[in-house]
């Protein structure tokens, strides 16, 4: 089993500009959840699916941010326009009962 | 949700038994107790939960205590690449894992060799 995919796994970007974060949950599971981290905040949850439905956005920072998951194996995240606050670790988890599954994390960089 | 109270750091030689505490004295019945640790630049790694019975498995043990006021996480023979945050979280167990889980601060495990 591969685990839950991110990608990419760094990402620097400019103010204002459009960031798209990608993740793969582990196949047959049915939740799928979208974190950030950061030294300040810690590890927050953001968004969560179950089967493709989002069910609980109340982490979602602002507008600026949405998440998407049109099929079991894919979903993203993105942030439209990027400030330099959003700069942290984003993970991606999937889980199907018991444990969370989570990725390596793709590190955001907004300068 | 039960608040869970956890030492901010704790140290363990290698080869001995790590044993993480954690108080979570307002946990309610149908409360379930997660564990998950976090290595550095890695992302969370669920580890074992459990909800009254003690818990083991190929990673490590949980015990709770009778009154499941407080638990305990047992790494029977710890190594170097156990060095990582471990976090105790109490939640409600949703069908299908749907647990919005809340991480704190957790304890910050050393192993020394």
């Known amino acids: 089993d591969a685990g839950v995919i991110q990608s990419p796994r760094h990402e620097v970007t400019e103010m204002g500009q459009e960031v798209t974060l990608r993740c793969k949950p582990i196949?047959?599971?049915?939740?799928l959840f979208w974190y950030r981290q950061t030294m300040m905040r810690g590890l927050e949850l953001l968004i969560y699916?179950?089967?493709?439905?989002?069910?609980?956005d109340s982490g979602m920072p602002e507008d600026r941010f949405s998440a998407k998951m049109p099929n079991a194996s894919f979903s993203t995240l993105k942030i439209q326009p990027s400030e330099p606050r959003d700069s942290a670790v984003y993970f991606c988890?999937?889980?199907?009962?018991?444990?969370?599954?989570f990725g390596p994390g793709t590190r955001l960089t907004v300068t | 949700d039960a608040k869970t109270t956890q030492p901010t750091s704790m140290d363990c030689a290698e080869g001995r038994a790590a044993n993480l505490p954690c108080n979570h004295s307002?946990?309610?019945?149908?409360?379930?107790v997660y564990w998950y640790r976090q290595i550095h630049s890695q992302g969370p790694q669920y580890i074992i939960h459990?909800?009254?019975n003690n818990e083991t498995n190929e990673m490590a043990s949980l015990i709770i205590t009778e009154d499941r006021k407080s638990s305990t996480l047992i790494l029977p023979h710890a190594t170097l690449r156990d060095t990582a945050v471990y976090y105790c979280?109490?939640?409600?167990?949703?069908?299908?894992?749907?647990?919005?889980?809340?991480f704190g601060k957790g304890t910050k495990l050393t192993v020394n060799p």
């Open positions: 988890a999937s889980s199907l009962r018991g444990g969370q599954y």
């Open positions: 196949s047959g599971h049915d939740y």
């Open positions: 699916f179950n089967n493709n439905v989002p069910i609980d």
């Open positions: 307002t946990i309610s019945g149908n409360e379930y």
């Open positions: 459990g909800l009254k």
């Open positions: 979280i109490v939640r409600e167990r949703g069908p299908g894992g749907s647990e919005k889980l809340v």
